[in-house]
């Protein structure tokens, strides 16, 4: 793209927050005029930590947050995103794991899922006196190892619910199985009632498990558009036909499986250089 220079820095995620948080990157763009993007449904949730010009939520295709921001945080969103940023823009992006939205945010998943909100109506230590913290640093490893300090402190502080465990197992099962497992068979391996089990879920992560799963088998097979067939991107990923793949990429992405091939939206796994399922 021409005019536009941009800058990416990648911490790698410390012991301590494994399993909350996926990845830390320091990002800079300047541009000559502002850009826009839209960003595809994806399971990695960024916390945005902003400290140059404000960003634009333009639109939630399923959900709600429109406006403009310093900070931010994106919860669990069944559809894409549409972003517009200024001329020069610059933050640290946190992403978070669904699991590590209520250890780190303090809040269950279920109150940001589909939700932009500001960082500070959730973390007030995270408003503007931080992110002037971050201008502040001058350089990028003091401004990483800063957001790093401050996630781990949240760690520490934080309990764990007694149904965290049970979650935890379920979506690990739903992201190794690539969204493809049957969910009444997970529930029927826990022991307990469907309706708990989908409660304890869809407070932590903020979408029932089979929501979930759809997420993680279209960003499964999203990954691999461009380069396999249409058909047999489909039934890798345990699509019906290639008529229901299309109908689950124009509800998470917004646009038909050709287009999204095309236009290589940028995904939190973009940002962090791996691809989804963990391969770098």
Do not use: N
């Amino acid at each position: 793209m021409t005019g536009v220079t941009r800058e990416i820095v990648r911490l790698p995620t410390h012991s301590g927050l494994q399993g909350l948080v996926a990845g830390i990157v320091g990002f800079r763009e300047q541009s000559a005029v502002p850009l826009e993007r839209r960003q595809p449904a994806g399971t990695l949730l960024p916390l945005v930590l902003s400290f140059g010009d404000p960003f634009e939520i333009v639109e939630v295709a399923a959900g709600e947050g429109a406006g403009t921001y310093g900070s931010f945080v994106s919860g669990f969103m069944p559809g894409p995103v549409s972003t517009r940023s200024g001329r020069s823009h610059a933050c640290v992006q946190v992403y978070l794991t669904p699991l590590g939205v209520s250890r780190l945010l303090g809040v269950p998943g279920s109150e940001v899922a589909g939700r932009v909100l500001a960082a500070e109506d959730l973390i007030p230590q995270l408003g503007a006196s931080f992110s002037e913290r971050l201008g502040a640093a001058g350089t990028w490893r003091p401004r990483l190892d800063l957001v790093e300090s401050e996630l781990l402190a949240r760690v520490g502080d934080r309990a764990c619910d007694p149904a965290d465990q049970l979650v935890s197992w379920l979506w690990d099962r739903i992201t190794e199985s690539g969204g493809q497992v049957r969910i009444r068979d997970l529930v029927a391996e826990t022991g307990w009632s469907h309706r708990y089990v989908t409660t304890c879920f869809q407070r932590a992560v903020g979408l029932t498990p089979k929501a979930a799963a759809g997420v993680v088998r279209f960003e499964r097979a999203a990954a691999d558009l461009g380069t396999l067939p249409v058909a047999e991107v489909a039934a890798r990923h345990g699509y019906a036909d290639q008529s229901h793949l299309t109908r689950d990429v124009v509800r998470y992405a917004g646009e038909p499986p050709a287009a999204l091939a095309v236009s290589r939206r940028p995904t939190a796994h973009t940002a962090l250089g791996t691809t989804p399922g963990g391969r770098r």
